[in-house]
C-alpha cells in the first residue's frame, strides 16, 4: 500500500523537541494532580484538555465535569446516567436493553475518544452494531469513579483518531481512608444489583477494590402504534465486574498506580423488537473483559504532572444468532499500550508539553456455521499498531491571554500517515470568566471489519476507503456571575471530507443483508450548546440547558444533483434539559427532564421526545441510606438510535417506566 510519509527532516525535528526540550525546566512548587471537583467550579482543575493540570477560567474549551460529591448527591448509579447529566447524548443501540449497548455524541459527532485514567478504551474493531468501538456498558462500575470530566470539540491533536467530537476521561478513585460499603437495588423486571467496596490505607500505599453483580429480566417497552406496554423477548441479562486499584507513594511527588478491572456478561440480545430488521428471538452474547495498567506520574513544578503508562486491553466477545441461519461469531481483541507525556515550563511564561502513544492491537474475528468455522467469513492473526507523535507549545501572553499552538503526527500500519494540528487562544476575563476560540484537525482510519472483512460477506470490506479527514472549530465562554449562576455557552463548527457512510443492501425476502463503508464527499456540522447553573433559596438549585445540531452530507454524486442533504437520523436537532436539586439535611432529591424536538419522521415515531427521572435518598443515619428511583416517569414511547432496515422506524425503542429502590450501608 502507498503511503504518504512525513519527511525525515521532520521527524527528527519532532524526535530532537520531545526528547530534547522537555528534558530541561525549572522546577516549581508541586500542585494536586487531582483537585476536587463541583459541577461548573471554574476555580477547579482539569487534566483532560491539555493532558495537564489547569484552571477551567485557562482552558480554552467547553469541559463538564461531574464529581464524586455531585454523583452521590444525586443518586447517580450508571456512568451513563452521569454523561446525562453533564449534558451529553446518549444513545442505545439495540434499544432500552440496561445491559448498556450505548455509545455518546458530542457536539453531534459519535466519534468521540474514551479514556480511564487517560487509557484508551476505544477499540479499532466494532463491539456493537454502532461500529463506535466502545459501549457505555464496558466502563468502571460507577462506584469505582472519583470523577468524570467531558471535553467538547477537536482532540485528535493530543488523543489521536475518534477524536473529532471530544473526549471523555474516566478519572478513578484511590484508597485514602479504610472504609467498606455494601449496596443492594432492586426493582422493575426483575433487576438486582448487589455491590461490594473497601478500600483503605496503610503508610504510603492505598488500595480500592469493588465487587458488583446485576441481574434483569426482560425489559418493557411502550408500542406508540397501541399505546400498550409490550414486553421485549430476550433482553434479560447478568453482570459481574471487579476493579483493584493500588497506589504507591514513591516520595518527592512520585507516585505508581497499578489497575485491574474485570468485567463478565451474558445476556439475550434482540438487536431490534419483533418484526422489524435485524431481530433475533434465539440470539445471546456473552463477553468477557480484562484491563490493566501500570503508570508512573512525576510532579515537576507547579500544575505539572508527567505520565508514563503501559496497559493492556482484552476483550472477547461470543455472539450467537441463530435466527434466518445467520452466522455466530467471535471477537477477540488484545491491545498492548505505552503512553508518555511530559510537560516543561521554559519560563514563567511559557510551557511545552510532548509525548508519544504507542498501541499494537491484535484481532481475530470467527465466524461460525453451527460449531464450525466458516473461513469465508474470517479473519484472525490481524495486526493494527499506530505510533503517534505530539507536542504543544503553551504561551502566556499576559495575565489574561494564553495562546497555545500543537501538532500531532500519527503512523498508522495499514493506511497513510498523517500530521494534525491544534490552535487554541483563551482570554482570562476575570477570576470567574474567561472566553476562548479553538481550531483544530482531525483524521482517522477505517476499522477492522471495513479493512480485512473477506469478500462476499455480509460485512464488505471496501479495499479503496479513505481515511476522513477534516477541521472543527469552537468559539466560547464560561462565567460565573455574583449571585452563583454559572453559565456555559459555545458554538461549534465541524467539516469533513471523505467521512464514512454505510450502505446496507437488505433482503426482506430472505432476511439478509450485506453491509458496506463508502467515503461520502462532505459532511458539515454546526451546532450550539447552552447550560446555567442557578442556585436558588437555601436548599434548592437549578441547571438548564438547550443544544442546536444541524447535519448535512453530500454524497459528492453529480449526476443526483441534491447536493448538500440533512442527515435524518439526527435524534436531536434541537436538545433540552431541565434538572432541580434539593439538598437538606438527610434529604437529596432531584428530577431531570430532557428531550429533542425537530426530528425527522423518516426515522422516528415521533418529531419529538419528553422523558423525567426522579430519584431521592434519605440518610437514615450516618452510615445507612436509603433511595429510589423512578426512569421514564411518564411512561413515554420514544427511540434515541435509527435502525436501517425495513420497516425501521421505531425498531430500537427506549424502556418504558423503570422503579428501583436501593439501601446503602457502610459495613
Known amino acids: 500500500m502507498s503511503r504518504g510519509k512525513m519527511s525525515k527532516r521532520q521527524k527528527q525535528l519532532l524526535c530532537l523537541v520531545l526528547g530534547g526540550t522537555l528534558i530541561f525546566g525549572g522546577p516549581e512548587r508541586a500542585a494536586a494532580e487531582e483537585a476536587e471537583a463541583a459541577e461548573f467550579s471554574l476555580d477547579e482543575y482539569v487534566v483532560t484538555a491539555n493532558r495537564m493540570p489547569t484552571k477551567r477560567t ?51 459527532d459519535k466519534r468521540v475518544v474514551i479514556l480511564v485514567d487517560g487509557r484508551r478504551i476505544n477499540w479499532e474493531q466494532q463491539v456493537d452494531n454502532a461500529q463506535t468501538g466502545y459501549s457505555l456498558g464496558m466502563l468502571p462500575d460507577l462506584n469505582n469513579v472519583e470523577k468524570i470530566e467531558v471535553v467538547r470539540g477537536a482532540a485528535s491533536s493530543l488523543y489521536g483518531s475518534s477524536g473529532v467530537g471530544g473526549v471523555i476521561n474516566i478519572i478513578t478513585r484511590k484508597g485514602t481512608e479504610n472504609r467498606t460499603t455494601a449496596l443492594t437495588e432492586f426493582g422493575s423486571w426483575g433487576a438486582r444489583r448487589y455491590s461490594l467496596q473497601t478500600s483503605g490505607k496503610s503508610g504510603d500505599t492505598g488500595y480500592m477494590v469493588t465487587a458488583e453483580r446485576q441481574t434483569q429480566d426482560y425489559y418493557e417497552y411502550k408500542d406508540p402504534a397501541t399505546g400498550k406496554v409490550v414486553t421485549m423477548p430476550n433482553s434479560d441479562f447478568t453482570r459481574e465486574t471487579a476493579s483493584l486499584r ?12 497499578f489497575y485491574f478491572d474485570h468485567l ?92 508519544f502513544d504507542w498501541r499494537s492491537t491484535r484481532i481475530d474475528y470467527i465466524s461460525y456455521l453451527g460449531e464450525t468455522i466458516d473461513p469465508s467469513n474470517t479473519y484472525t492473526g490481524r495486526n493494527l499498531r499506530n505510533l503517534g507523535l505530539f507536542l504543544e507549545d503553551r504561551w502566556t501572553l499576559d495575565s489574561r491571554w494564553t495562546f497555545t499552538a500543537g501538532m500531532r503526527y500519527d503512523d498508522p500500519n495499514e493506511y497513510a500517515d498523517k500530521s494534525t494540528a491544534r490552535l487554541s487562544l483563551n482570554r482570562k476575563i476575570n477570576d470567574t470568566t474567561n472566553a476562548y476560540l479553538s481550531w483544530g484537525q482531525v483524521y482517522r482510519g477505517p476499522n477492522a471489519v471495513d479493512l480485512f472483512m473477506p469478500e462476499g460477506t455480509y460485512y464488505r470490506k471496501n479495499p479503496n476507503l479513505r481515511p476522513e479527514r477534516g ?96 442527515d435524518i437520523t439526527n435524534s436531536n436537532p434541537h436538545a433540552y434539559r431541565l434538572g432541580i436539586h434539593y439538598h437538606n439535611n438527610a434529604w437529596n432529591v432531584s428530577a431531570a427532564l430532557r428531550g429533542a424536538t425537530g426530528r425527522s419522521l423518516e426515522a422516528f415515531t ?45 425498531g430500537l425503542p427506549m424502556a418504558s417506566r423503570q422503579i428501583v429502590f436501593g439501601v446503602e450501608g457502610r459495613l
Open 471 to 566: 477541521q472543527t472549530a469552537t468559539l466560547g465562554i464560561n462565567t460565573k456571575l455574583p449571585g452563583g449562576t454559572a453559565i456555559q455557552a459555545s458554538l461549534f463548527s465541524t467539516q469533513l471530507k471523505d467521512a464514512f457512510k454505510d450502505y446496507y443492501d437488505i433482503d426482506p425476502v430472505n432476511y439478509t443483508y450485506t453491509r458496506e463503508v463508502f467515503n461520502i464527499a462532505q459532511q458539515k456540522k454546526k451546532g450550539f450548546d447552552l447550560m446555567v447553573t442557578q442556585p436558588f433559596a437555601e436548599h434548592w438549585n437549578l441547571t438548564a440547558g438547550y443544544s442546536y445540531l444541524q447535519v448535512k452530507e453530500d454524497d459528492g454524486d453529480p449526476t443526483n444533483g441534491t447536493g448538500y442533504q440533512s
Open 246 to 257: 493500588i497506589d504507591k507513594d514513591l516520595g518527592n511527588d512520585r507516585t505508581l498506580t
Open 58 to 108: 485557562e482552558t480554552a474549551a467547553n469541559i463538564t465535569v461531574v464529581s464524586r460529591e455531585e454523583m452521590e448527591q444525586k443518586n447517580i448509579t450508571t456512568v451513563k446516567e452521569a454523561l446525562n447529566q453533564a449534558g451529553v447524548q446518549v444513545d442505545v443501540e439495540g434499544g432500552g436493553n440496561s445491559a448498556d449497548n450505548s455509545y455518546v455524541t458530542l457536539n453531534g
Open 264 to 355: 463478565s456478561e451474558d445476556s439475550g440480545y434482540p438487536v431490534a423488537k419483533p418484526g422489524f430488521a435485524f431481530y433475533c428471538p434465539d440470539a445471546s452474547r456473552h463477553t468477557i473483559q480484562n484491563n490493566l495498567s501500570l503508570a508512573y506520574r512525576w510532579q515537576q513544578g507547579e500544575n505539572i504532572t508527567n505520565n508514563l503508562q503501559i496497559y493492556r486491553n482484552h476483550y472477547n466477545g461470543f455472539w450467537h444468532r441463530y435466527k434466518y441461519n445467520i452466522n455466530s461469531s467471535r471477537y477477540e481483541l488484545e491491545a498492548d499500550g505505552i503512553e508518555w507525556n511530559q510537560t516543561r515550563r521554559l519560563s514563567d511564561r511559557h510551557t511545552l508539553l510532548g509525548g
Open 606 to 650: 415521533s418529531r419529538q421526545y419528553w422523558v423525567t427521572d426522579l430519584a431521592a435518598s434519605y440518610q437514615v443515619t450516618p452510615d445507612v441510606k436509603v433511595y429510589a428511583k423512578v426512569y421514564n416517569l411518564t411512561n413515554r414511547a420514544y427511540e434515541t438510535a435509527y435502525m436501517t432496515g425495513w420497516n425501521a422506524v421505531g
